[in-house]
T-cell receptor, first 113, second 113 residues
Framework: DSGVTQTPKHLITATGQRVTLRCSPR?????VYWYQQSLDQGLQFLIQ???????AKGNILERFSAQQFPDLHSELNLSSLELGDSALYFC????????????FGEGSWLTVV | LAKTTQPISMDSYEGQEVNITCSHN???????ITWYQQFPSQGPRFIIQ???TKVTNEVASLFIPADRKSSTLSLPRVSLSDTAVYYC??????????????FGTGTRLTVIP
């Protein structure tokens, strides 16, 4: 158990819908990262937050957005969902932006039908 | 930005030593080399990290030549449970910037009975 908690674990929704994925980082970790992993694909970095502020941005679509709240939990919002958005979404955390090791949660499986 | 190149896949028999090499010709002076392991449908987990020469822990060894343009992850006497994807990540300790958080496609190791 990495200490990073993600909910929900599984989610099935229809195209065009909007979903929110939630992440609670390890206790004391200030940085939260979001990754997308499609079937048999590598990890695609989406976005990073540090203590509530966006710190780094990867290949995140405009239909996707994220935020980190004062209690340090984070949410990834996915809207206007398409079939291609079906993937495993991972959240990770690290103690700071200078963290050289990041800890991943178990992921949220999103299936768009 | 230090781009990494790894073999797409490797097969090994149980009990053998496995060496996975990662090329990073453009590694910067302040970059560290970190390896992660990912089992199917799970988040990646930290295996080992090094800067130069050799690092060993209870799980693996990491060999880094003097020029640091490559690194080799060594798994002694692999078992079926070592079947996973192994990612090589090169980034400065500060991990600043989105490009430093890209994992690449990794090496899929299959251990055969």
């Amino acid at each position: 158990d990495s200490g990073v908690t993600q909910t929900p674990k599984h989610l099935i929704t229809a195209t065009g819908q909007r979903v929110t994925l939630r992440c609670s980082p390890r206790s004391g970790d200030l940085s939260v990262y979001w990754y997308q992993q499609s079937l048999d694909q590598g990890l695609q970095f989406l976005i990073q937050y540090y203590n509530g502020e966006e710190r780094a941005k990867g290949n995140i679509l405009e239909r996707f957005s994220a935020q980190q709240f004062p209690d340090l939990h984070s949410e990834l919002n996915l809207s206007s969902l398409e079939l291609g958005d079906s993937a495993l979404y991972f959240c990770a955390s690290s103690p700071a932006t200078s963290g050289n090791t990041i800890y991943f949660g178990e992921g949220s499986w999103l299936t768009v039908v | 930005l230090a781009k990494t190149t790894q073999p797409i896949s490797m097969d090994s028999y149980e009990g053998q030593e496995v060496n996975i090499t990662c090329s990073h010709n453009n590694i910067a002076t302040n970059d560290y080399i970190t390896w992660y392991q990912q089992f199917p449908s799970q988040g990646p987990r930290f295996i080992i990290q090094g800067y130069k020469t050799k690092v060993t822990n209870e799980v693996a060894s990491l060999f880094i030549p003097a020029d640091r343009k490559s690194s080799t992850l060594s798994l002694p006497r692999v078992s079926l449970s070592d079947t996973a994807v192994y990612y090589c990540l090169v980034a400065p300790l500060g991990w600043r910037g989105a490009n430093n958080l890209f994992f690449g496609t990794g090496t899929r190791l299959t251990v055969i009975p």
